[in-house]
């Protein structure tokens, strides 16, 4: 119907995007517009259109769906996938609000009764001070989204509560089994030996080092910024009879004395360092490994398009976040003094990972918004939602990095084959 509410924002989306809408679209008033063989996007109220006025885009999206003025009716990954096939065709062109439109915006805004003042931000929203990358900026950072509850980060996770991209070596293969595979290729291609010496930079809830101290015989030094991570280590290092072998610190790594170790790893830490202190983070790497030592990073990468991920992981996942192409980390690295030996692209398993995450968030979904709220759910489920795409699609990829700090004479005591 050419008056109705729907039709109304539908005719003028369309303008916008330069084709018709790829979502159907219902409204407070429950009029309809759009395919009906789609997802459709259900505005539940007028706040829902006020949050996109003032915050048009990705992040006023976001903020309509994690309150519940937006919401989604049917699969949400389809209607990711629909959107993302259209603009790649050039069926439909980003929408870019200039004067007319946005003076349009406004009157159909008056017309449907939309006026009033902006909407408060969701609580969830990362609100960080100070200096971009201080010491204390960071630690806020990392607190925001690792210390939301261990509870919550147990349900999610497999046993061994790792919190990065798993390595299925087959198509049945479980979540925890392939969390189990990653960790044992980690610790193999770092060669690990009893009695060697292991730091884990950015060490998560503990799930290398456990795994390296019973499997491997090492000694190892974890630190993290989260105070959650530390009080859950603690538990599982007295749990499993490591405490003599294995220490975790509340600390940052530019915060690390000279002491080298054998070996180095930093799984999914490098994203949280930042452009300009990344070659400060790939010299301590260097420092604190030993002539002749291994260095293994696993580290997502981005393109130059949207390096932070985009303006709902900076606000509500992860603030302060920057990803790179993998050959810049590389230059990064090199730089530092250490010789890249192994690139090994995981994509396609981020894509499975992600997925079994987003798998068990639904089927326990009561148990999750009782320890994370409503609005923390549906912060979670977009999260994963559009994490899983952005690795199937190419927009994202993840690597484990492999490098050694060379001998003086350049000698790098690496093997002539593979060992992993």
């Given at each position: 119907?050419?008056?109705?509410?729907?039709?109304?924002?539908?005719?003028?989306?369309?303008?916008?995007?330069?084709?018709?809408?790829?979502?159907?679209?219902?409204?407070?008033?429950?009029?309809?517009?759009?395919?009906?063989?789609?997802?459709?996007?259900?505005?539940?109220?007028?706040?829902?259109?006020?949050?996109?006025?003032?915050?048009?885009?990705?992040?006023?999206?976001?903020?309509?769906?994690?309150?519940?003025?937006?919401?989604v009716e049917g699969d949400l990954a389809d209607g990711f996938r629909r959107i993302r096939a259209l603009t790649r065709s050039g069926e439909l062109t980003p929408a870019k609000l200039g004067p007319r439109e946005w003076a349009e915006a406004l009157r159909l805004a008056a017309r449907l009764g939309?006026?009033?003042?902006?909407?408060?931000?969701?609580?969830?929203?990362?609100?960080?001070?100070?200096?971009?990358?201080?010491?204390?900026?960071?630690?806020?950072?990392?607190?925001?989204?690792?210390?939301?509850?261990?509870?919550?980060?147990?349900?999610?996770?497999?046993?061994?509560?790792?919190?990065?991209?798993?390595?299925?070596?087959?198509?049945?293969?479980?979540?925890?089994?392939?969390?189990?595979?990653?960790?044992?290729?980690?610790?193999?291609?770092?060669?690990?030996?009893?009695?060697?010496?292991?730091?884990?930079?950015?060490?998560?809830?503990?799930?290398?080092?456990?795994?390296?101290?019973?499997?491997?015989?090492?000694?190892?030094?974890?630190?993290?910024?989260?105070?959650?991570?530390?009080?859950?280590?603690?538990?599982?290092?007295?749990?499993?009879?490591?405490?003599?072998?294995?220490?975790?610190?509340?600390?940052?790594?530019?915060?690390?004395?000279?002491?080298?170790?054998?070996?180095?790893?930093?799984?999914?830490?490098?994203?949280?360092?930042?452009?300009?202190?990344?070659?400060?983070?790939?010299?301590?790497?260097?420092?604190?490994?030993?002539?002749?030592?291994?260095?293994?990073?696993?580290?997502?990468?981005?393109?130059?398009?949207?390096?932070?991920?985009?303006?709902?992981?900076?606000?509500?996942?992860?603030?302060?976040?920057?990803?790179?192409?993998?050959?810049?980390?590389?230059?990064?690295?090199?730089?530092?003094?250490?010789?890249?030996?192994?690139?090994?692209?995981?994509?396609?398993?981020?894509?499975?990972?992600?997925?079994?995450?987003?798998?068990?968030?639904?089927?326990?979904?009561?148990?999750?918004?009782?320890?994370?709220?409503?609005?923390?759910?549906?912060?979670?489920?977009?999260?994963?939602?559009?994490?899983?795409?952005?690795?199937?699609?190419?927009?994202?990829?993840?690597?484990?990095?492999?490098?050694?700090?060379?001998?003086?004479?350049?000698?790098?005591?690496?093997?002539?084959?593979?060992?992993?």
């Amino acid at each position: 119907m050419p008056h109705t509410t729907a039709y109304r924002l539908a005719s003028f989306a369309e303008r916008l995007l330069g084709g018709p809408l790829p979502v159907g679209l219902r409204t407070w008033d429950g009029t309809r517009a759009g395919p009906d063989d789609a997802p459709a996007l259900v505005l539940r109220n007028r706040r829902a259109l006020r949050r996109l006025l003032y915050a048009p885009g990705e992040l006023g999206l976001a903020r309509a769906y994690v309150t519940g003025d937006l919401d989604v009716e049917g699969d949400l990954a389809d209607g990711f996938r629909r959107i993302r096939a259209l603009t790649r065709s050039g069926e439909l062109t980003p929408a870019k609000l200039g004067p007319r439109e946005w003076a349009e915006a406004l009157r159909l805004a008056a017309r449907l009764g939309v006026a009033g003042p902006p909407p408060k931000p969701p609580a969830e929203e990362a609100r960080l001070t100070g200096k971009l990358h201080s010491l204390l900026r960071d630690r806020s950072a990392i607190a925001h989204h690792y210390d939301l509850s261990n509870a919550f980060y147990q349900l999610l996770l497999d046993e061994s509560m790792a919190y990065s991209c798993a390595y299925f070596t087959d198509e049945s293969q479980s979540l925890g089994q392939a969390q189990h595979d990653k960790l044992e290729l980690i610790c193999r291609k770092l060669g690990l030996r009893p009695g060697m010496r292991l730091l884990d930079v950015g060490c998560g809830w503990g799930s290398l080092l456990v795994h390296a101290a019973k499997h491997h015989g090492v000694e190892a030094v974890g630190i993290t910024l989260s105070a959650e991570q530390l009080q859950h280590i603690r538990g599982r290092l007295a749990q499993h009879d490591l405490e003599d072998r294995v220490e975790v610190r509340r600390q940052d790594y530019r915060e690390l004395p000279d002491a080298p170790f054998d070996a180095v790893a930093s799984i999914e830490m490098g994203e949280h360092v930042g452009e300009v202190n990344y070659p400060a983070y790939a010299a301590t790497l260097h420092r604190m490994v030993k002539p002749g030592g291994r260095v293994l990073l696993q580290q997502m990468s981005r393109g130059n398009v949207a390096p932070g991920g985009g303006a709902f992981i900076e606000r509500y996942i992860a603030p302060d976040m920057t990803m790179r192409p993998v050959g810049r980390t590389i230059d990064h690295l090199e730089t530092a003094g250490l010789e890249v030996r192994d690139v090994h692209a995981l994509r396609e398993h981020y894509v499975r990972t992600v997925r079994a995450w987003a798998d068990t968030l639904e089927e326990n979904r009561a148990d999750v918004v009782a320890l994370i709220g409503e609005t923390g759910a549906r912060v979670w489920r977009l999260y994963l939602v559009g994490g899983a795409l952005a690795f199937e699609e190419n927009r994202m990829g993840v690597d484990q990095i492999l490098a050694v700090r060379p001998h003086a004479g350049g000698a790098s005591g690496m093997p002539p084959t593979r060992e992993w």
